[in-house]
């Protein structure tokens, strides 16, 4: 079945600066691959998602790309600011799973000092 | 979009007892999905809930420990049985309007069994 990795774990960065998390993912037939937000006690929400079918996707501060030959994609934060501070999840669907089955990364936390 | 409630918020259980978590979505959905997301961790898929056929459960989880309920199509109960101190953790109910569209995620259970 899927397996997905993400890294890091936890991430400390300046406000204004730029954020980086990437995930790998294993299975080659994985079309479809979210970004959740999870701030504490709260529920994930959705902050941005990628199909197989296009390299990169753009919204406002937050970019996702995908390498489908390497098998990875990752999250760009730019500017960010305190109120990014947030655990995300990377995930990914494979058209491999009978049902509509998303697989987790181990999250990476987000610290964003003013 | 979708409007989930999802009940209780959080309880505190005697270990050897019960708990059944409601699910109720503002509108039909096909595909309903219960997670496990243990204190500091990722989400974990317990089993994708059918309507009008037996839970599909992931690898480690039984149905005597988690059964489901799907009685139509806007909601669904998962039972924690015979609850032990590992039970304790946060259960979150998902749904999905079609293949690879955006999961929306109940506010989640925070469950703690002593």
């Known amino acids: 079945g899927e397996n997905v990795e993400q890294h890091p774990s936890t991430l400390s960065v300046q406000e204004g600066d730029s954020a980086v998390i990437k995930c790998t993912y294993s299975?080659?037939?994985?079309?479809?691959f979210p970004w959740y937000k999870q701030e504490l006690g709260k529920r994930p929400q959705l902050i941005i998602d990628?199909?197989?079918?296009?390299g990169e996707k753009k919204d406002q501060r937050i970019a996702v790309t995908l390498n489908k030959t390497a098998k990875h994609f990752s999250l760009h934060i730019t500017e960010t600011q305190p109120e990014d501070s947030a655990v995300y999840f990377c995930?990914?669907?494979?058209?491999?799973?009978?049902?509509?089955?998303?697989?987790f990364g181990t999250g990476t936390r987000l610290l964003v000092s003013p | 979009s979708a409007v989930i409630s999802q009940k209780p918020s959080r309880d505190i259980c005697q270990r050897g007892t019960s708990l059944t978590i409601q699910c109720q979505v503002d509108?039909?959905?096909?595909?309903m999905f219960w997670y496990r997301q243990q204190p500091g961790q990722s989400l974990t898929l317990i089993a994708t809930a059918n309507q009008g056929s037996e839970a599909t459960y992931e690898s480690g989880f039984v149905i005597d420990k988690f059964p489901i309920s799907r009685p139509n199509l806007t909601f669904s109960t998962l039972t924690v049985s015979n609850m032990s101190p590992e039970d304790s953790s946060i259960y979150l109910c998902s749904v999905e309007r079609g293949m690879n569209t955006e999961a929306f995620f109940g506010q989640g259970t925070r469950l703690t069994v002593v």
């Open positions: 299975d080659s037939a994985s079309n479809y």
């Open positions: 995930a990914a669907r494979s058209l491999n799973t009978g049902f509509q089955k998303l697989v």
């Open positions: 509108s039909q959905v096909t595909m």
């Open positions: 990628i199909r197989s079918n296009v």
